[in-house]
Structure formats: C-alpha cells, structure tokens
C-alpha cells in the first residue's frame, strides 16, 4: 500500500479521502489557494501546500504546482478526488510521467471519455445505444443548422470535455442556437479549458440512472448497481438514491450489463460511472462515462456496505477487485441530498458569503454529513457553491425517506441562502414519494416546491423576543460583573423604572413587515404583548445560540442566531429571518441602483454585449458575470439606453457593485 498521498482537490472530498487514507495508514498531503489557506480540509492534512491565487485556473488546475507539491511533499500517489483535474488526461499522465501512482484509470481511458464525441462513437462500436447528434459543432454555422434540423428541435449543446452541467444548453428553436453556442462555449472554456461542443437530440422528460463500475487491472469488472440521479436543477444533481424507484429487474439487468461492455470496451481500470438516459418506455441511451469517483459515491456506499475510496486505493497499488460480482448485493435503499448555497427562488442563484452558523445531525449508523465547512467559513464565489451532502440508509425506500425528512429538519444554516427549504419540499412532494419523477421535476414542481417563507408565528415572535431579553440580561451581568456595585439598579439592562413595571417595545421587520411585541417586566417576570394577547414568557441560554423557553405555559426548545441587527430562528423544524428594526436605517442599496443593473454576486465579467450610448430593449443581454463555475447573464430591466459601463471583461466585481449606470426608457 502507499505511504503519502496528494489529494489534488479541496473541500468535502478532500476530507473524505482523508478518512480513508488514514484508515490505510497512509500519510495525507493536502494543496491550497489563497482563499483556502484556513480551509478544513488543510488542517486535516498531515501536511499542506500552496498552489496559488483564489481562482481555480491560478491554483487547482496547475499541474505543474501541484507536481511540485507532491515532489516537495514525498507523495508517492495522487488521488484527484472529482471536479477539477480528475478527469483531465494530461493531468494523469504528467503524474505517471512524475513518478506518481495515480488513482484513476489510464490517460487513454480519460481521454477516450473525456471527448464526448469519441466516446459515443466507441459506445457505438461497442453495440451502445447512443442519443442521435452531431459529434463536432466546430464548424460552419450553416452546416450546424443544418444538422440541428436533421436532429429535430429540441437540440442540447454539450462540451465535449467534462460534466457537471457546465457548457451545456437546452435550444428550442433555430433563433436560439448562435446564442447557445456561444454561451456554451465561453462557459466550457472557463470550466475545463477547452471550448469543444457537441449537439445531441433532447430525450424528453428522461430518468438520469447511472451505474457504478469497477475494474481492475486484471481484467476483472463489477458494477455495483444503479443510481437514479433524475433531480436536478441546472442540469446539476440535487438529490441521488439507490436503488432507482423505478428501475424493474429487467431494466436494471440491461444497465448493469451495458455498463460492464462499456467499461471493457476501453480496457478499464478504476472506479466509474456510466450514465444513461432513460425514456418512459424504458428504452435507454448512453450519456456519458465519468472516470472517476462521484459527488454520490456514498449512497452505494450505504447500499453495499463497501468503502468505495478504499476500493480505488487498492486497485491504484494494483491489488485485486476485494469482491466479485455475486458477492455485492442491494441492502435496503440510500438516498443523498445536496445542500448548495444558492437561492433557489432566484433561478438557483449562488449565495456566496460568511456562514454565521452550521448544525447538523450527528452522523450515526443510517445517517452520514459530509461537509468541509464551518461557522465563520466563507463560502467563495471561487469554487462549486456545494455545502454538504446529506445521506441517509433505510430498510426500504419509505423508511430512507423518513430518515432523510429528519436529518434535513435538524440542518441549521445562516449567513448565505440556502437549497434547505427546497430539499424539504422534495422529500414531501407526492410525485417523488410516489417515484415518479424525472429530470424535468423541479421545473415542472417549481411553483409548489420553491415556496415563501410563511410568516413568522406567535411562538417564533415569543422566542425571539426572549432571546433578546435573556442576551441583555446576560450582558448586564457581565457588565456588572466588573462594576463595584454588581447590585446596583443601574447596572441592570431590564427598562427598569421607579415604583411601576418596566415597558419596552421589541419591533420586528419580516418582509416589508414590520410587527410590534410589547414586553412589561414586572418582579423579574416577562410579559409579551402580541396580537392575540398577552403571554407570560421565561427561559436560559444554552450556550451561545440555544434556547430552552416557556412561552404561555409551553416548554418549547429553538435555535436563535443573531447576527448585527437579524436574528435567524429555528423553531418546530422551520426557519425564520427578523431584522431588528432600525427607524434609522436607509433603503437596501441593492435595490436602489435598478435590480439587474448591478452585481447579484462576487464574480468576474465574462462579457460585455454593449457600448456606451446603446439603446436596448427590456431583456436584452448587457454583460455575462461568472461565478462558482456558472455564467450569469445581466438583462435590461425596461427598455433604455446604457450611459456607462463601469467594468470590463476580465474584471472581477463585488455583490452589489454597480456595473453599468442605465437610463430607463418609458
């Protein structure tokens, strides 16, 4: 077995690899930008190296440094976990070329898969159904149209290198597809450093169900069953189980079997996954093979009870497969969701920033929380904005379902929006209990599963009144503490007043709301006027953010962070956001340059559409922002005339930066 590992990625997998190599005994090498340099997974490591700057471009994606790191460090393997470099060929035979096991399968293999149009015509070499398409969109626009025609609209554009939904675009008719092919390509050459498409016919409403293969280098090949991975939004998965809902035994024998002639038709060696879609009729077209471990691994994982990143250890120091194939077999049913730091009311916008407070459920038995953040980390414009992925294994499909609904009631967030609630809305929706969902689900759903907050009850007014409360009493103590007449009434922070109960009035804003709790303080007792009437409240702190309350004569436990002037409240498994009111305060100054006009994000400025002096019309495209891996683009909200650009391409701007100045047009 190997002594030092690279691991060549950051984040969630960094760490998970971790796990493993230590298990094996074997030291870990971790590598960092800029903008990870106090990242989890760094102090994990037994030893850390810096790659370069914030951007992935400047950092993860040098071989060269990271050659350099791994020589420095003594590594005698390199595992480059998923994203990033660990489907890059070149990468792979740089490491070999270095000296270094690499824990993957052959350049040859990445590089055969890697190029989709390749692959599909191996695949079709091989006897692989394929989805009908045009190889290589690197020609005549004309000839592409013609082609488009041939395929019938609607037509997906695909980068011929890498995954992940990046470089990809759905086109309903011939007026859209310059535009697709640019954006495509602008966002495949800032994701895998190639801008190569592809077009292929649009399978409508597909299942996305993937088989994971493993293979070694003694031409010993198992799969280890299917996942369906049909939840996406942005063509990114969202939520992956196995087995498949509906995947019958005749189904599951055809995919399993494709998949093994895949992987022999390369010669494979390593952990891999081929992906297939799959229409109502059940007949199924090869999509892609990922030569790699996937963001999903763990579900098999929990399905049969093997560690995966062991299993790609052993094979990469040549070792046997540890199992065959009739000894892997289904245990019950696994279900993963991913908790991203977006705003999914905002078309899945990312929502970078400082995360003010992390809680999750305890891993256990069932139940495993991968994640490499934590309170007072930032979730950068940088990278992929995943925050952790929750797994849960049930003895069926109802039972997993269950186990999932509460891991995700017990997962607290502030500081960036989040997927939660989506999630939530998920796991709750009849269709999906029902397994009877594809990969249009959250589109078609979307009214019923991204929904608004509803508003903050009683109960959460209560808590949150008496959070406040129970924070000025424990600062007043404190600050008497360290007076010389700790009993002194003046260094109470109670509105304490001369022979009546002390008034105050807590207001709180939710939305556009504003809402009033009047508080008396009478004898060291607290009195909450709310609309329904008055309630005696009392509680403790428990620790930092925890509350243990009695409101009306209801023990209740909730969760209340503040941060300046908001206070998140968890409550009865649901969130709320309050904003202390300020009368003082001024109006957002996101809203006040015109919406769209400035920056909803950090990012960089991919493109500009416009000059100075243009007049445009509602909707037109003004520049493209790039952030965590995705293009953006800056529409007009009104018809108008741009007066000014402020940035350029190549720029990188903050959130709330106003991009250009732009005079509305009645």
Same mark, same amino acid.
């Given at each position: 077995?190997?002594?030092?590992?690279?691991i060549?990625?950051?984040?969630e997998?960094?760490c998970?690899?971790?796990a493993?190599a230590?298990k094996l005994?074997?030291?870990?090498i971790?590598v960092?930008?800029d903008?990870d340099?106090?990242?989890?997974?760094?102090?994990?490591a037994?030893?850390?190296y810096?790659?370069g700057a914030?951007?992935?471009a400047?950092?993860?994606?040098r071989?060269?440094?990271?050659?350099?790191?791994a020589?420095r460090?003594g590594?005698d393997v390199?595992?480059?976990?998923?994203?990033?470099?660990s489907e890059d060929?070149e990468?792979?035979?740089?490491?070999?070329?270095?000296?270094?096991?690499?824990v993957?399968p052959?350049?040859?293999?990445?590089?055969?898969?890697g %190029?989709?149009?390749?692959a599909?015509?191996l695949m079709?070499?091989?006897?692989?159904p394929?989805v009908p398409?045009?190889?290589?969109?690197?020609i005549?626009l004309?000839?592409?149209?013609?082609?488009?025609r041939?395929?019938?609209?609607?037509?997906m554009?695909?980068?011929?290198?890498?995954g992940?939904?990046? !470089?990809?675009r759905?086109?309903?008719n011939?007026?859209?597809?310059?535009d697709?092919?640019n954006s495509?390509r602008?966002?495949a050459?800032?994701?895998?450093g190639?801008?190569?498409?592809l077009l292929?016919?649009v399978v409508s409403?597909?299942r996305h169900i993937?088989?994971?293969?493993?293979?070694?280098?003694y031409?010993?090949?198992?799969?280890?069953?299917?996942?369906?991975c049909?939840?996406?939004?942005?063509y990114?998965?969202?939520v992956?189980?196995?087995? !498949?809902?509906?995947?019958?035994?005749?189904?599951?024998?055809?995919?399993t079997?494709?998949? @093994?002639?895949?992987?022999r038709a390369?010669?494979?060696?390593?952990?891999?996954?081929?992906?297939?879609?799959?229409?109502r009729?059940?007949n199924?077209?090869? @999509?892609?093979? %990922?030569?790699?471990?996937q963001v999903?691994?763990r579900?098999?994982?929990m399905?049969?009870r093997?560690?995966?990143v062991?299993w790609?250890f052993r094979?990469a120091a040549?070792?046997?497969?540890p199992?065959?194939?009739?000894?892997?077999s289904?245990d019950g049913h696994?279900?993963?969701?991913?908790?991203?730091a977006e705003?999914?009311a905002?078309?899945f916008?990312?929502s970078?920033?400082?995360?003010t407070?992390l809680?999750?459920?305890?891993?256990k038995?069932g139940l495993?929380?991968?994640?490499a953040?934590?309170?007072?980390?930032e979730?950068?414009?940088?990278y992929?904005?995943?925050?952790a992925?929750?797994?849960v294994?049930?003895?069926?499909?109802?039972?997993a379902?269950d186990?999932l609904q509460?891991?995700?009631?017990?997962?607290?967030?502030?500081g960036?929006?989040?997927?939660?609630?989506?999630?939530?809305?998920i796991v709750?929706?009849?269709?999906f209990i029902?397994?009877e969902?594809?990969?249009?689900?959250?589109?078609?759903?979307?009214?019923?599963?991204?929904?608004?907050p509803?508003p903050?009850?009683e109960?959460?007014?209560?808590l949150?009144?008496?959070?406040l409360?129970?924070e000025r009493?424990?600062?007043a103590?404190?600050v008497?503490?360290h007076?010389d007449?700790?009993?002194s009434?003046?260094?109470?922070n109670?509105?304490w007043?001369?022979?009546q109960?002390?008034?105050?009035?807590?207001?709180?804003?939710?939305?556009d709301?504003v809402v009033?709790?009047?508080v008396m303080?009478d004898e060291g007792q607290?009195t909450?006027? @709310?609309? %329904?009437?008055?309630i005696?409240?009392?509680?403790r702190?428990?620790g930092?953010?925890?509350?243990?309350?009695?409101?009306g004569?209801m023990?209740i436990?909730?969760?209340?962070?503040?941060v300046e002037?908001?206070?998140n409240v968890?409550?009865h498994?649901?969130?709320?956001r309050?904003r202390?009111? %300020?009368a003082?305060s001024?109006?957002?100054t996101?809203?006040a340059h015109g919406g769209?006009?400035i920056s909803?994000?950090?990012?960089?400025?991919t493109?500009v559409?416009?000059?100075e002096?243009?007049?445009?019309?509602? !909707?037109?495209?003004l520049?493209v922002?790039?952030?965590?891996?995705?293009e953006?683009q800056?529409?007009?909200?009104s018809?108008g005339?741009?007066?000014?650009?402020n940035?350029?391409?190549?720029?990188w701007?903050?959130e709330g930066a106003v991009?250009?100045?732009?005079?509305?047009?009645e």
């Amino acid at each position: 077995m190997f002594k030092t590992v690279l691991i060549a990625n950051r984040g969630e997998i960094a760490c998970r690899i971790m796990a493993t190599a230590r298990k094996l005994g074997i030291r870990t090498i971790a590598v960092y930008s800029d903008a990870d340099a106090d990242a989890r997974h760094v102090h994990l490591a037994d030893a850390a190296y810096r790659v370069g700057a914030a951007p992935a471009a400047e950092s993860y994606l040098r071989i060269e440094a990271l050659l350099d790191a791994a020589e420095r460090s003594g590594a005698d393997v390199i595992h480059p976990g998923y994203g990033f470099l660990s489907e890059d060929s070149e990468f792979a035979q740089a490491c070999l070329d270095g000296g270094f096991a690499f824990v993957g399968p052959s350049p040859e293999a990445i590089r055969l898969m890697g %190029n989709k149009d390749e692959a599909k015509r191996l695949m079709v070499g091989a006897g692989v159904p394929v989805v009908p398409g045009c190889d290589d969109l690197n020609i005549d626009l004309k000839v592409i149209l013609a082609e488009a025609r041939q395929i019938g609209y609607p037509v997906m554009i695909k980068a011929v290198a890498g995954g992940g939904g990046r !470089g990809m675009r759905i086109v309903g008719n011939e007026l859209e597809l310059q535009d697709g092919l640019n954006s495509a390509r602008r966002e495949a050459m800032a994701a895998f450093g190639g801008d190569r498409l592809l077009l292929e016919k649009v399978v409508s409403d597909p299942r996305h169900i993937e088989v994971q293969i493993f293979a070694d280098q003694y031409n010993n090949v198992v799969h280890m069953f299917e996942r369906d991975c049909s939840i996406q939004r942005r063509y990114q998965k969202v939520v992956e189980e196995a087995p !498949g809902p509906t995947v019958s035994t005749e189904l599951r024998q055809n995919l399993t079997e494709t998949a @093994l002639i895949a992987a022999r038709a390369i010669n494979y060696v390593g952990a891999g996954t081929v992906e297939f879609v799959v229409d109502r009729q059940d007949n199924f077209y090869f @999509l892609e093979m %990922n030569t790699r471990i996937q963001v999903e691994h763990r579900v098999t994982e929990m399905l049969i009870r093997q560690d995966l990143v062991e299993w790609q250890f052993r094979i990469a120091a040549n070792e046997l497969l540890p199992m065959t194939q009739d000894q892997i077999s289904i245990d019950g049913h696994a279900i993963e969701a991913r908790l991203y730091a977006e705003n999914p009311a905002r078309k899945f916008m990312p929502s970078p920033g400082v995360v003010t407070h992390l809680r999750f459920p305890k891993n256990k038995p069932g139940l495993c929380v991968d994640s490499a953040l934590t309170a007072g980390d930032e979730v950068t414009p940088y990278y992929d904005p995943l925050i952790a992925k929750i797994i849960v294994w049930g003895i069926d499909r109802n039972a997993a379902l269950d186990s999932l609904q509460r891991a995700l009631n017990d997962v607290q967030v502030s500081g960036v929006d989040t997927n939660l609630n989506l999630l939530s809305q998920i796991v709750r929706h009849e269709q999906f209990i029902a397994g009877e969902h594809d990969t249009s689900f959250i589109e078609r759903y979307g009214e019923q599963l991204i929904t608004s907050p509803k508003p903050a009850s009683e109960l959460v007014l209560a808590l949150a009144a008496l959070y406040l409360l129970l924070e000025r009493e424990r600062e007043a103590v404190a600050v008497a503490s360290h007076t010389d007449d700790p009993y002194s009434p003046w260094a109470m922070n109670d509105s304490w007043r001369l022979n009546q109960p002390a008034k105050d009035m807590i207001q709180f804003v939710e939305g556009d709301c504003v809402v009033d709790v009047g508080v008396m303080v009478d004898e060291g007792q607290y009195t909450l006027d @709310l609309s %329904n009437g008055a309630i005696l409240v009392n509680g403790r702190l428990r620790g930092e953010h925890d509350v243990d309350a009695v409101l009306g004569g209801m023990q209740i436990r909730g969760t209340v962070v503040r941060v300046e002037d908001e206070l998140n409240v968890w409550l009865h498994d649901a969130a709320h956001r309050l904003r202390i009111h %300020n009368a003082l305060s001024v109006t957002d100054t996101h809203q006040a340059h015109g919406g769209d006009l400035i920056s909803p994000m950090p990012g960089r400025i991919t493109r500009v559409t416009v000059e100075e002096g243009d007049d445009v019309r509602r !909707g037109a495209s003004l520049m493209v922002l790039e952030s965590m891996k995705m293009e953006h683009q800056i529409t007009a909200p009104s018809p108008g005339r741009v007066e000014r650009l402020n940035f350029s391409v190549g720029d990188w701007v903050d959130e709330g930066a106003v991009l250009l100045d732009f005079a509305a047009v009645e």
